[in-house]
């Protein structure tokens, strides 16, 4: 979470209220027309809204993570929390064991530091693969991206084709800001990664993850050694 919004006050006002009811309508809209369907939560604050809005109205939503083998103490508490909170048993996926171990044996165990070329195929080999195999036999799936997020994210609309995995994407909160996703999470007492608290408001891999420092970019914790414009692990790529 950023530093200014550690302390927010948890008062749902006018534009978060009418922005949960459109976000109400249009995942009732993907469960009725784009079965079968399914969310990719990975456990970030804007995951948290997602899941506890498809929970709460028992909404037929495959709701699934990608563990990569390298993810923080804090996330994996968070998957115990959702399972105590919500009764949620999230579907997890987990890399292709060969596609690690090669990495790993030709590149060494922290490779994707040496280049932006090696960053990608760890995220391939951990995240991509297994997205593929999270989506296989699906109409559509959602995400919890928001434009404001990044450099790569501008003008993210909330409904796309998905070109790379041959179905439709939605991002529903693409139009939400992190003040307004904060407001909900406290005013709806929602389970998030306790990393938000320590300035980590964009959470990944451990190795690939970091605090930001009053100011920064909300997205400069992540991959910090390289440029915003390479900042995507492969998962959401532009057609």
């Given at each position: 979470?950023?530093?200014?919004?550690?302390?927010?006050?948890?008062?749902?006002?006018?534009?978060?209220?009418?922005?949960?009811?459109?976000?109400?309508?249009?995942?009732?809209?993907?469960?009725a027309n784009w079965s079968p369907a399914a969310f990719a939560n990975s456990l970030g604050a804007e995951d948290m809204v997602l899941t506890d809005m498809i929970v709460k109205a028992r909404l037929p939503i495959e709701i699934f993570s990608l563990d990569t083998g390298r993810l923080p103490l804090e996330t994996y508490d968070l998957m115990d929390a959702l399972?105590?909170?919500?009764?949620?048993?999230?579907?997890?996926?987990?890399?292709?064991?060969?596609?690690?171990?090669?990495?790993?044996?030709?590149?060494?165990?922290?490779?994707?530091?040496?280049s932006v070329t090696l960053r990608k195929a760890c995220c391939h080999a951990r995240k991509v693969e297994p997205l593929k195999r999270a989506l296989a036999g699906k109409r559509a799936w959602i995400t919890g991206q928001r434009a404001q997020q990044a450099a790569t994210r501008t003008g993210l609309p909330v409904r796309e084709y998905d070109?790379?995995?041959?179905?439709?994407?939605?991002?529903?909160?693409?139009?939400?800001?992190e003040k307004?996703?904060?407001?909900?999470?406290?005013?709806?007492?929602?389970?998030?990664?306790?990393l938000h608290d320590k300035f980590y408001p964009s959470i990944g891999c451990a190795?690939?993850?970091?605090?930001?420092?009053?100011?920064?970019?909300?997205?400069?914790?992540?991959?910090?050694?390289?440029?915003?414009?390479t900042k995507e692990c492969g998962l959401h790529v532009k057609g």
């Open positions: 979470m950023s530093p200014s919004l550690l302390n927010i006050t948890p008062v749902l006002d006018a534009s978060v209220a009418a922005k949960t009811g459109t976000l109400a309508t249009l995942l009732a809209d993907i469960a399972r105590k909170h919500y009764g949620l048993k999230l579907k997890i996926y987990f890399p292709q064991a060969e596609e690690v171990e090669s990495f790993v044996r030709n590149h060494g165990i922290n490779g994707f530091y040496d070109e790379g995995n041959g179905l439709e994407k939605f991002n529903p909160l693409s139009d939400w800001t307004e996703i904060w407001t909900y999470i406290k005013h709806n007492d929602v389970p998030y990664n306790a190795p690939c993850t970091r605090a930001i420092s009053p100011g920064e970019d909300v997205r400069a914790g992540r991959w910090w050694w390289e440029n915003p414009e």
